[in-house]
């Protein structure tokens, strides 16, 4: 039988992806449909603004998404025009002509995109959103691109729509989406008070709800049993010191999933994710290295030599020390005492080599040994050199 890939569908985790389910995002779910759900129960009644503000992966886009597609359901069933558009303000260059240009072509898929001014393309969305009697919910996504190229007067006209006429149907809604809440300070003050109003915060995700997602993720992407349940904790364990970013903790599954099909692998391993951890960047090992006593160069290869032999994603104390006794025996050396391999354990871990944490049991407490960022067998090659 050929080699079967991990993956039964791949596009799972993609950065563009947005799941069926967003997961614990039910009160700011809230808030946005506090918000925007006239559009559907009093349509053309009002106009609202507001803007979600969080750290990169802490699921400002998958929220708007996800929100605009559930609107656009309820809009469908009480037969109420209306619609969604998001668009990606660093993709169309910061440009308020290119973000409108963008908004009229998805009403109207035919129009012309060259020949207007920004001014023109305002007054021609006015009338094209009354010829089609429809309202659309605008999301401006990284709107710092928009503030950063144009200052104050992109958003001054959008937040100012309906002002020139404000007997007419209220036809558009904003929703600005930005990491950096600092950007707004380049608002003059009349811009900033309309969009100030109403702020949706998104905290970091924790290692438990990483997990969540990770889980969820690899139940629609893999393989059943490609991803023991090791690697989702130990992927949660890296991205949860990352700002608790899910992007990057998705991304880390995704391209630990790519490894283990370019070794035909049946199953990710730490190691796997472990190559993916590093980054863009070619695999290093840390310059303090070389600055190491003997004995800690040699329980650091213990370590390397423990995640090498060993498919775990964590180690007991008691493991590694074991293995550094095989290490000094294999190099003749004679081996430290329980307090002394302690200290050496100690200072990997203020270093960065090697990532220890306290986990507690019905057994009692142990501490446990993790090896994050560096591959075990790129770190024991290293190490063996120095030797």
């Known amino acids: 039988m050929g080699y079967q890939s991990v993956f039964i569908d791949e596009s799972i985790l993609e950065i563009h992806h947005i799941p069926e389910a967003i997961l614990h995002r039910d009160t700011e779910m809230r808030h946005l449909e506090s918000l925007f759900d006239h559009i559907v129960t009093a349509p053309q009644e009002m106009s609202q603004k507001a803007v979600i503000i ?14 605009g597609r559930a609107l656009k359901e309820k809009a469908a069933r009480k037969r109420v025009n209306f619609h969604y558009i998001h668009i990606n ?18 009403i109207r898929p035919d129009f012309p995109e060259r020949g207007y001014s920004a001014n023109e393309l305002l007054d021609i969305l006015r009338q094209i959103l009354d010829e089609e009697e429809t309202q659309i919910l605008l999301c401006l996504d990284e709107v710092d691109a928009l503030i950063d190229k144009e200052g104050s007067d992109a958003l001054y006209y959008l937040t100012r729509f309906h002002e020139t006429t404000p007997d007419d149907p209220r036809r558009l809604n904003l929703l600005c989406i930005s990491k950096d809440a600092e950007v707004f300070r380049k608002l003059d003050r009349s811009t900033l008070s309309s969009l100030q109003r109403n702020v949706i915060r998104m905290p970091d995700y924790d290692r438990v709800q990483l997990s969540d997602i990770l889980l969820n993720r690899m ?5 059943k049993e490609a991803v023991p349940l090791e690697i989702i904790d130990f992927i949660s364990d890296i991205a949860s010191k990352e700002r608790g970013d ?16 370019r070794e035909n692998s049946r199953q990710l391993t730490p190691e796997h994710v472990r190559s993916i951890a590093v980054g863009i960047f ?7 290295i070389q600055y190491l006593s003997k004995h800690e160069k040699l329980s650091l290869l213990g370590i390397a030599r423990f995640f090498m032999s060993n498919n775990a994603s964590e180690a007991s104390t008691g493991e590694i020390e074991e293995s550094y006794h095989l ?5 003749g050396e004679k081996k430290r005492g329980h307090t002394q391999f302690w200290k050496y354990l ?8 090697v990532a220890m944490e306290m986990h507690s049991s019905s057994q009692g407490r142990t501490q446990l040994i993790r090896l994050d960022k560096i591959p075990a067998e790129k770190l024991g090659a290293k190490v063996v050199e120095l030797l």
């Open 327 to 331: 290490v000094c025996e294999e190099y």
């Open 54 to 67: 969080g750290n990169v992966g802490s699921g400002k886009t998958v929220l708007a998404h996800s929100y």
């Open 89 to 106: 303000c660093r993709e169309r260059r910061g440009s308020l002509f290119m973000v409108l240009t963008q908004v009229v072509t998805r």
């Open 246 to 261: 899910a992007r990057y903790a998705i991304s880390l599954l995704h391209g630990a999933g790519l490894n283990a099909d």
């Open 219 to 223: 139940e629609h992407a893999f393989r």
């Open 346 to 353: 100690k200072k990997l871990n203020d270093l960065d080599f």
């Open 282 to 288: 070619e695999v290093t090992v840390p310059d303090e």
